[in-house]
């Protein structure tokens, strides 16, 4: 596959996530995961978790793992066809929704699909983790970052760049 | 009719230029270290004073609702109510290019670091911290949200068949959106009807 046909089928593939990425960027990662390592092969799936925890070490939107997918397969090039490809048709249906807001406010419909997605939204926010999970926990000290970092997401209010500071250091001291 | 994009006069936004905008929506971007939306609130809030906490915590609602990031949502609204389709422009450019450059950067330098055995032992600790930050995420909305039964069937449902049976997204939430949407609606008709005959 050319770079140019991988650049295609990436803003083809990403143009599509944008409008289902209800919750966010993570409710689309195990989407993405599953094609760029699963379908494409373009990557190991410890190749991309490690791509994940960069995106979260850097500061900017969670949409930066799309950039850093993007230019992992195919450069530059890649890293902006791919943030414009996730962000833009969300984008422009916001700004849509923005305008008819006032009037979907009073739509009875509006509460029925919210309650539906929230725990939807959650369901595959969890799918993320635990793809994440399975890429990343090769041994069981990395398991047990993990349940540490659940932990104190979960139950804390420490900011995520330290506790990734934190694991960063464990794994230098080979425990990972 | 559409609702007007212009804010209403004696807003706070309806006074903000492009430069301000721009460079609010780049701080946002460059200062938010695991998650942008902390530094959101802070200036828009309580730098700015472009909205108070009711109408930024309503706003958010409606962004977390829509598809896409929901900052990159937040600066799309809150840039067309400065300056309209431009403004939402701006916003979006001010959170996402500096640090999609920054990222590109980084990436670079972890590239060339690739075979160096602290630098892989490094990343190979943030990984695993990071995929738990995810569960931690997830946890922390099922905790705050506590969904009935019904919504817990699709959310285990999504959890399953995109985590675990890892099928194809847009299938999955083609049925399990309209399905939610229904069972949603039933109970809704249902608790109305209890309400009217308790009435009566």
Known sequence: ?176 | MAADPQPPEGSPLAGVTRPALFASFLKMGLLGFGGVLPWARRVIVDERGWLDDREFAQLIGLCQVLPGPNVVNLAVIIGARTQGPIGSLIAVSGILFVPVALMLAIAAFYASLADNVHARNAIAGASAAAAGLIVGTALRLLLHARPPPRGLVTGATAFVAVGILQWPLLWVITVLIPAGIALEWRASRTDAERKHAKRE
């Open chain 1, 1 to 176: 596959m050319s770079s140019a046909d991988i650049v295609a089928e990436i803003a083809v593939r990403f143009t599509a996530l944008s409008l289902v990425a209800i919750g966010g960027i993570n409710a689309i990662l195990p989407e993405i995961h599953r094609v760029v390592v699963d379908v494409e092969g373009w990557m190991t799936s410890a190749q991309f978790v490690e791509l994940f925890a960069l995106a979260q070490l850097a500061p900017g939107p969670n949409a930066m793992i799309v950039a850093l997918v993007g230019w992992k397969v195919a450069g530059v090039v890649g890293a902006l066809v791919a943030t414009a490809a996730v962000c833009g048709p969300s984008s422009v249906a916001c700004y849509i929704a923005w305008q008819w807001a006032d009037r979907l406010r009073e739509a009875p419909l509006r509460g029925v699909i919210q309650r539906a997605l929230a725990p939807i939204a959650i369901g595959l926010i969890m799918a993320s983790g635990y793809t994440l999970a399975r890429g990343a926990d090769r041994s069981l000290g990395a398991l047990a970052l993990t349940l540490l970092a659940t932990a104190a997401l979960a139950f804390t209010r420490i900011n995520p760049v330290w506790v990734l500071l934190a694991a960063a250091a464990v794994g230098i001291g080979g425990l990972a």
